[in-house]
Every structure is written in C-alpha cells, then in structure tokens.
C-alpha cells in the first residue's frame, strides 16, 4: 500500500466501499483505528457522481460482482483488524 495523501478517499462503510470497488474506482488499502477499518480509494473525478447515484439508489453495478467484493472485504476487515491487534500486541 502506498502512503495516503489528501487525494484520498476514505469510507468506513463496507457496502459503499465494495461499490465503489465494482465501479472501478482504484482501491488504495484499508487502515484501521482501534476497531473500526477504514477503506481508502483514489479520490477521483468520477466520486462526486458515483457517490450521489449510489446513495439515491441508482447506481448500478453487477449484483454478483457486488457480491464478491462484500465477500472479499469482510475478509479484508478481519485481517486487518487481527493484524492491528498483532502489532499492538508487540508494543
């Protein structure tokens, strides 16, 4: 994962993060703060639309490759959040 810059964009909504991901907006990686996981995208041009029409119902995107991503996220989330608790446990 690269550095973050102010050019990202962060969600801790899983459901709008794995449409954002469909939607093919790049995927940066994910941080967490205590437990909650924060997914990180390229703030791109295209966010401002993809943001409105997911939120007001119309976005549209493949129901199974929707499906796949919240799938794959979970996963994401709960490694990262064992991973958080590993590295803690270090200090």
Do not use: C, W
């Not at 964009?9 to 709008?16: G, N, Q, S």
Request: charged share 30%; aromatic share 12%; glycine share 8%.
């Amino acid at each position: 994962m690269r550095p973050q810059t102010q050019d990202d964009y962060f969600t801790t909504d899983l459901y709008y993060a794995a449409y954002l991901r469909v939607a093919g907006v790049p995927y940066m990686g994910e941080s967490v703060e205590g437990r909650q996981v924060s997914f990180m995208f390229e703030d791109t041009p295209s966010m401002v639309d993809l943001k409105r029409d997911y939120f007001n119902g119309k976005g549209k995107v493949s129901a199974l490759a929707y499906k796949r991503e919240i799938i794959d996220l979970k996963a994401l989330t709960h490694e990262a959040l064992r991973e958080a608790g590993r590295t803690a446990g270090r200090r």
